[in-house]
């Protein structure tokens, strides 16, 4: 009897330890993999050899998933050992073979990083203890490889913080920006003025609060749910919010540290402020606090008190913060309120300031000595520029419609860091774009000249939680993204492919399962949101994520489990509004995709009138608005003929397009039109809407069809944006591939 159950129990030991490796899948993809043949079979206690005690934190970090003991040595199953090679800050070799793994490395982030890569190498299967035959030579692309984090709108646990600080590591996204303070919450004791979190860290609840409780009903999503457990009862009052102490500050600081992660805490002022103004007044401007016409009311930029109280705020921070580099924030000022204040009006006097953006200027100036003094680098948001950039201070670029932000702060030798919001946004919903457009975006990738491309420090996302209340939607908002952010900031630009990524993602969402993370599941392919077919269509549905079911309905009810379970091609017949959803490996749901299958004859040609002209006319109105049904209202500014659906080269400002003329096919059949617009746009064919990428909007693409018959038929784009903007129409083959549409197919 104990002969069979010793017989058992080794043959699972031998099965618990012993398997084929996965293929060698990591993301972000490295500088250089090559595969060898065999595996390794990673012992169930590996001895951890490190050769310097600053590697100890690596190796225990590597316990935590393989388990082992660290020692200082230079023989071990695993041994990390640092030298001077590779320099490169985060970069590593990694070699596996017969003799385990050997680690080197020439700074603890590389160590950081490496141990990253084995964590990736591992079989998803957590039984499985194989590592692939492997030699890896990688390197990041860029020093600065962010995630920043709004802990204001909704407060999240340390214990969640430090889940947020994993994923960082296990992408390798080295710098943890931590939006700490906002108007709506103080989320940090700061001991000399406890007010901000006796008081700022708590508030009854707000417009966005309910709006989230507000969507966990009507969309039957308890993501969005307010937690109860971060209501406190206060005498009448039901108050809603949280803090981190300065011990838990610490806590949370060793943690990123160990993982090889920077903490940038941010502040943010003067703005963005009220948290502090409220509970203590002589901050503000006197008289003055409260919501202005856009933003709150900032610090008084007059008052020496209220400087003394910004710098007192900072020294306590500096002592829990050991990064070099620190955010002021300094973004969205509302400055309505220093053009009233004598103390304002007088610090203008004083310093020779003619506007006050050249008072926030001289704010953000004096802040930045007390950095500097203090041995810090400042940070600060792109509206830093405005009224004049220090030559120090580094920019944190994040409005696109601020095209020039970037070229102006890096031609002065300042350094910059890419948060743009059409792509960095991870508070934005996603779509079927969102993570191939992050994936392509290229930080440096502008026009930039050598030396403006050497200031570039890298790249960030950035999570605003208005609308994230709890960690599980927080989850859903940065995963996927995150693996393509990290790619972005990771991998050397001719060694990143789209359609390789997809490839990876993959085993990495196996991986997410594993890990019971709430992952958004990336968008299904094969269809547009609206589709056109003549006499049957096939709808035939990919899907990147292979762990997944997709089910489906035709009725506009939202599938469930329940639903019919889509397998294969479906053929269509008549005119058919199907909604796809995925459903993650536990059964929970993902967004739904509804897509619609309209059946349509060619729509007939048009014959004008009198001779056509070449290219379509555009009319330039003075709109400052979010509707295309409005622009025709506005004043005309001028008229001009365009060869192309796009923004006349004399227009800018303030934008309102009305483009028409006719589009002359070359043939019967179903037309796939791109409009892709920053703002909104409309495009019509034939009177027939059939692009609706209207509302204010970073770049946005939407892709609409229609079938047509041979010849001219009227089109017309409505287009409107203030500020910059972009407008492009292209044809889309069946392939997917873009083409610019002919020139000589446009008349007027
Ligand atoms: C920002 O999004 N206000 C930096
Ligand atoms: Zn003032």
Redesign the pocket.
Known sequence: MKKIYLLVVAMFAMFSCSGEPDPVSIIPQPHIVIEGKGSYQLPNNPVIAVSSDELIPAGELLALKIGGEVIKSTEGDVVITINQNPAKKGAYLLDIDDNGVAIVVSNYQGAATAVASVMQLLPVEPTNRALPFVSIEDEPRFDYRGLMLDVSRHFYSVEEVKKMLDYLHMYKLNKFHWHITDDQGWRIEIKKYPLLTEKGAWRKLNGHDRECAKRAELENNPDYAIDPNKMRINGTDTLYGGFYTQEDVKEIVAYATQRGIDVMPEIDMPG?FLAAVTNYPFVACEGSVGWGEMFSSPVCAGSDQAIEFCKDVYAEIFELFPYEYVHL?A??VEKTNWKQCKDCAKRMRDNRLKTPESLQAWFVKDMEKFFNANGRKLVG???ILEGGLSETATI?W??SWAKDAVHVATAQGNEAIM?P?FVC?FDYMQDVNSLKNLYNYDPTGNDFTPEQQKLIQGVQG?V?CEYIPSFDRLEYMTMPRILALAEVGWSALDSKSWTDFLERVPAQLGRLDKMSVNYRVPDLMGFYKSNVFIDTAVIDVKSVAKGTRIHYTTDGVVPTINSPRYTKPITVTETTEFQFATFRPDGTRSDVSTTVYTKQTPIASVKPDGALKNGLKAMWYNYRGGKCSEITGAKLFGEYTVSAVAIPEKVSGNIGLDITGYINVPADGIYTFSLLSDDGSQLYVSGAEVVNNDGPHAPREVIGQVALAKGLHPLRVLYFDHNGGQLQLQLVEKDGTYISIPENWYKH
């Open positions: 963005h924030g973004d969205e948001w792109d509206e944190m994040w409005r948060t919001n946004y950035n605003w």
